[in-house]
């Protein structure tokens, strides 16, 4: 009986050793998933406690921030009372009484407001019931300087009434007290004046609890001290006790104003702790939550973890189980399956023989290999008649690097299998063709008689696969070194390719992933998101692009494009899909920071603009009483000269201020974008004459003479005439201000084209530097030649600027020759468009 086939004839040591390979495999893996699920744990809990940690920093920013503007609110109010008791206001006045009432109002969070002489007596008060006693003052602190405001320590009283001299000290409750606000006034006559604002600490550690939300958070206010002044109902500690064995106090101040830990804190435990410093006073805020709450959140997650493991655990030992069943049964198939071969080999080898040889080219030759038959095949391939191949050899037809390939395929051996070899024969025309060639050698009574065999051309498959390999190639060494991170995957998902960059994106190297589901490394929600847009590629056959947060093999997120394409096989089905990661981080963090900064310079300018018209509204009021007196004092003083000078003088200060505060207003509405032109079609001819005949009172009081020059056809343009006017008067003013006596001042207006009209005032005065032409238009800069006291405000050229640019102009300052200034105006000119309004 013949030997089995090689598998079958494996040494029994050698089949039993393969047997081992599914249970090892199986063991490795489940000790890879093992280690990687514990260190996905400690990867989360370390996690979990940052995030803690950032959320305490966030919140002691919040916090410290708020308790800043409250404090800082507080000592704006005491600066205004300290000002109206400057300004000769009594402390028992209706006014000022007014004034304690509406600033507690305004500022919920203060207890209430005292007045207070040197001596401690209440001279003041938002409770009647405290004018009158005399309070200790050394209980609120070290007191100010004049003129400056001081922030002391917590003071455990109700109220001034608490600190009455005249009686014992009373304790007040726990956790009732005041932080006092204390500002020193001098005062015109006798000694001077303190202002006390109590605030209330209650009032932040409510804030605190209200923005916390989070009763494993707890934050305290801390003064730079460090004392206690408020904190949340989680810290069981007084106001007033010391924190300063706690890290803030130990560990960063005052080499840093904010920082985190891990230890000691408000509480009892392990803390994970932050704080922050006020921007401008002596108060910190501490945030913090317990190192075991934080854990306890993450016990959930480590125990579905742990489930993982079991679940990951008990599929591996069963695939490695079912792998060995299979080994197994594979071994006695075909052991059965080789003996049945064996019993039907000798049966079949006559038509095998007929079968294999069953090729184009059909051929035999004797036992030395010279032909003896060809079918018509061989005109085909030769271009010869088949009788010119008899007693010739298919060697004699290859080139000679060939002949020996030929020749190994009629060696006299005593091997009777096929032979099969790819030869190149050459063709009449000279042309190398190739052939993937099968002989088989004829035996009979055990000895070679000849060869039976058959070429198959394949020239066309086999250029064509060389081609197709050499363009592969080229394909792969492109994917290979492009710098963006590729791959591709079946359509089950699976990876195929991933070239270096993907490797050196991700951290995970081809040989771990090739094969292996996609997305089996990341969390199930970015696996869902891929997942679904995958299935939306499938189902349109379109391409796909979207964003995604992908985390780089440094452990950080990053912000990436990914385009995804389908890859189409030789029957036009989907055979692939190839992805490519665009990293947009940068740019992402650039469009943040842009936005971020953009959102701040708005607020700072809108912060500026509310700022000078609430000192503007604030300063019209005494500027008018100011000069209606100094009116009243003019008309009654005629009979003195001397006392008619100085209400003169008086009025025309009045005036000149109440000039600068209606230039800051309008400049503020301007900027806040409240002010709006209304534009109507208008002849601006009469509007500029209008301008210079309410200025000629001006011009004769200087001798001056405009010399207007107006075309004769209408100047029509879409304008505000109010605002424009407004430009006109304030350019005309400057004219005047600046030209010498007896001079003349051109006002000129044309229009260039249809669609441009031009404005200039012109004058004979000093004129502006050319490093200054541009300049002189931003808000409160004036020329270096009118700082003399010539000049203004600096707001009126700004002004204009704002309101030429809102009517979609342009408004320039030139040199003349000879001397002086130009300025013009460029407007468009009117269209047919309806009015309408437009924003300044």
């Known amino acids: 009986m013949s030997p089995l086939p090689p598998l079958a004839a494996l040494p029994h040591q050698q089949r039993r050793s393969r047997r081992w390979v599914p249970l090892a495999a199986g063991a490795l893996l489940l000790l890879a998933v093992l280690a990687a699920l514990l260190l996905l744990g400690l990867h989360e809990r370390r996690q979990d406690e940052t995030r803690a940690l950032d959320r305490s920093e966030l919140m002691a920013r919040v916090l410290a921030d708020s308790a800043t503007r409250n404090v800082e609110a507080a000592a704006l109010a005491a600066a205004t009372l300290a000002e109206l008791l400057a300004r000769g206001v009594a402390a028992d006045s209706p006014e000022m009484r007014a004034a304690l009432a509406q600033t507690l109002v305004n500022l919920p969070f203060l207890r209430g407001i005292g007045l207070v002489d040197s001596l401690g007596q209440v001279i003041g008060s938002n409770v009647p019931a405290e004018v009158g006693q005399t309070v200790r003052i050394d209980a609120l602190g070290v007191l100010p300087d004049n003129g400056r405001d001081r922030l002391g320590p917590v003071v455990s009283a109700r109220s001034l009434s608490d600190l009455d001299a005249s009686r014992p000290a009373a304790a007040a409750p726990a956790g009732v007290g005041f932080l006092p606000l204390l500002r020193r006034v001098a005062m015109p006559q006798g000694g001077p004046l303190l202002v006390v604002v109590q605030i209330n600490p209650q009032a932040f550690a409510t804030f605190q609890q209200l923005l916390l939300n989070d009763k494993q958070f707890d934050a305290a206010l801390v003064s730079y001290e460090g004392r206690l002044v408020a904190a949340t109902s989680g810290v069981l500690r007084q106001a007033g006790e010391s924190l300063t064995p706690l890290p803030p106090f130990s560990q960063f101040l005052p080499r840093l104003e904010q920082g985190r830990w891990q230890g000691d804190g408000l509480r009892t435990g392990v803390q994970l702790g932050a704080f922050r410093t006020s921007a401008s006073r002596p108060l910190l805020v501490i945030v913090e939550t317990g190192l075991d709450a934080v854990q306890a959140q993450g016990r959930a997650r480590e125990r579905g973890l742990a489930l993982a493991a079991l679940v990951a655990a008990s599929l591996i030992v069963g695939s490695s189980l079912l792998w060995l069943r299979y080994i197994l049964a594979r071994e006695a198939t075909r052991r059965e399956l080789d003996r ?489 000119a009117g269209g047919t468009a309806p009015t309408r309004p437009a924003p300044l």
């Not at 400057?734 to 051109?746: L, T």
């Open 340 to 828: 049945a071969q064996h019993e039907v080999a000798r049966s079949e080898r006559a038509l095998s023989i007929t079968i294999k040889s069953l090729q184009e080219l059909i051929f035999r030759s004797d036992a030395q290999g010279r032909l003896n038959f060809v079918n018509e095949r061989w005109t085909a391939i030769t271009g010869l008649e088949p009788g010119s191949a008899l007693g010739t050899t298919l060697a004699d037809r290859a080139p000679a690097a060939e002949k020996a390939a030929v020749q190994a395929l009629f060696a006299e051996h005593t091997d009777s299998s096929l032979r099969r070899a790819q030869v190149v024969l050459v063709d009449v025309a000279g042309e190398e063709r190739w052939f993937d060639v099968a002989v088989m050698p004829l035996q009979q009574e055990g000895r070679l008689v000849g060869f039976a065999g058959s070429a198959i051309d394949v020239t066309a498959r086999t250029v064509a696969q060389r081609a197709l390999q050499a363009q592969l190639a080229f394909t792969g060494q492109l994917m290979e070194v492009s710098p963006l991170p590729k791959s591709v995957v079946d359509v089950q998902r699976r990876y195929v390719v991933v070239n270096r960059a993907w490797e050196d994106f991700t951290g995970r190297q081809r040989s771990d992933v090739v094969g292996r589901p996609v997305g089996s490394h990341l969390p199930a929600d970015q696996q869902a998101l891929h997942e679904a847009q995958d299935q939306r590629m499938l189902a349109s056959g379109q391409p796909q692009r979207y964003e995604a947060v992908v985390q780089h093999r440094d452990g950080t997120p990053r912000d990436v494009v990914i385009n995804k394409l389908l890859l189409p096989g030789a029957d036009g089905q989907p055979l692939g899909i190839l992805s490519v990661i665009v990293d947009v981080t940068e740019f992402r963090n650039a469009e943040r920071a842009t936005r971020e900064a953009r959102d701040a310079a708005e607020s700072n300018l809108r912060a500026k603009s509310e700022f000078i018209a609430n000192i503007s509204h604030e300063l019209r009021t005494p500027l008018q009483s100011i000069i209606g007196f100094s009116e009243l004092g003019q008309m009654r003083s005629r009979e003195q000269a001397r006392l008619a000078a100085m209400f003169q003088d008086i009025h025309g200060a009045g005036q000149r201020m109440l000039g600068l505060v209606n230039d800051l207003l309008d400049l503020a509405k301007i900027e806040s974008n409240m002010g709006t032109v209304h534009l109507e079609r208008s002849d601006l001819r009469p509007l500029l004459q209008a301008v210079v005949r309410e200025l000629g009172p001006l011009l004769l009081q200087r001798g001056l003479q405009a010399n207007m020059q107006l075309p004769g056809t209408p100047l029509l343009a879409k304008v505000d005439t109010l605002r424009l006017a407004q430009v006109l008067r304030n350019l005309l003013a400057n004219a005047i201000k600046f030209s010498p006596p007896q001079g003349v001042i051109d006002v000129l207006a044309e229009r260039y084209d249809d669609d441009e009209l031009c404005i200039r005032v012109a004058d004979r005065g000093p004129g502006v530097p050319e490093a200054e032409l541009e300049a002189i238009f931003e808000p409160f800069v004036q020329s270096s030649q009118t700082k003399d006291g010539s000049g203004g405000t600096g707001l009126g050229l700004a002004i204009c600027r704002k309101i030429v640019h809102a009517h979609g102009g342009s408004i320039t300052a030139d040199n003349r020759p000879g001397g002086g200034a130009v300025f013009s105006v460029w407007l468009p």
